[in-house]
């Protein structure tokens, strides 16, 4: 796929049009990620800025976000919402609230009128944007808490 027509192909997805600046970034930051540049991950990377665009994360760190989510989701196996909930919670090492929790599920279909039922089956293809979720929630904390220490650490490092 030529430059300008992929530029051209996010920027429909996108919504908005971009600088070269911001495009070369973008470029930059699907290489390092491991992303080839076609149209599915253009449109995944789209996708993710207008659904996230209010966030500190850099373009880097949503990806890693996602691609963690997407292991979860290979697995294909089918897990209780218990067993969910406790593992969001060690996700987000037992500082996200209940209700930050529940809300993570707002993406999965609803079944009986609700989003999460602790009794309920869940595919772990529909969880993808929920752990997603909650790897974005453990990143922002991390950034804030490197943005509040002072200390010069790099906001692209995931440990």
Request: hydrophobic residues 35%; charged residues 30%; aromatic residues 10%.
């Amino acid at each position: 796929m030529k430059n300008n027509h992929a530029k051209k192909y996010f920027e429909v997805h996108y919504e908005s049009e971009i600088s070269d600046r911001a495009w070369y970034r973008l470029k930059r930051a699907l290489r390092e990620s491991g992303l080839e540049i076609n149209r599915d991950n253009l449109q995944l990377i789209a996708d993710l800025k207008r659904r996230i665009s209010y966030t500190k994360l850099s373009l880097k760190q949503l990806i890693y976000c996602h691609q963690q989510a997407l292991q979860i989701a290979a697995q294909r196996v089918v897990v209780k919402g218990d067993v969910v909930y406790r593992e969001l919670q060690k996700l987000s090492r037992n500082k996200a609230h209940r209700t930050t929790i529940l809300r993570w599920f707002q993406s999965v279909p609803q079944k009986e009128g609700k989003y999460f039922d602790k009794n309920r089956d869940y595919k772990a293809e529909e969880l993808v944007p929920v752990f997603a979720a909650a790897c974005l929630y453990v990143q922002k904390k991390l950034s804030r808490k490197i943005s509040k220490s002072g200390v010069g650490g790099n906001k692209n490092d995931f440990t």
